[in-house]
């Protein structure tokens, strides 16, 4: 039995090893286009909000990482002579951005937008049991 074993790993091993490495490969670049894709949509933002996450975890370790990619800037820049973001595509290295978006720029009436609170307890009970009969009648008429 031992020795049939063996000839099926002999026979199906490398096989097997080629399959994994090919599925592994398919994995990375699955996980680097959908990376590429979040950066080319969200652009600086996502990036912004990484660096602003990173400094509230640990001020030191962002002061760290930002020195060390100062230096290695640098050094791409004495090494190759040219700065690196000239080795990469315009359109990635500057990403388009998108104007922000501003959501309540639409919401109308402009009472929902900045609304006024009165402490006149009674009128809001008043209003609250004008409201609900209002819905419990429209619920009743199979409205909503």
Excluded: H, W
Aim: hydrophobic fraction near 35%; proline fraction near 7%.
């Amino acid at each position: 039995m031992a020795e049939m074993e063996n000839k099926l790993r002999v026979k199906y091993m490398p096989e097997q090893r080629q399959l994994e490495r090919d599925l592994q490969a398919a994995d990375q670049r699955a996980a680097v286009q959908t990376g590429l894709q979040l950066e080319r949509e969200y652009g600086g933002q996502r990036t912004l909000e990484g660096l602003r996450r990173q400094y509230e975890a640990s001020p030191q370790a962002y002061a760290l990482n930002r020195g060390l990619g100062d230096q290695m800037t640098r050094q791409f820049e004495r090494l190759y002579g040219a700065n690196p973001y000239a080795s990469v595509e315009p359109q990635v290295a500057f990403a388009p951005t998108r104007p922000p978006v501003d959501y309540l720029g639409n919401v109308r009436p402009p009472e929902i937008l900045s609304p006024t609170y009165d402490l006149d307890l009674a009128g809001l009970i008043a209003r609250n049991e004008a409201a609900k009969k209002v819905t419990t009648q429209k619920f009743n008429n199979r409205e909503i």
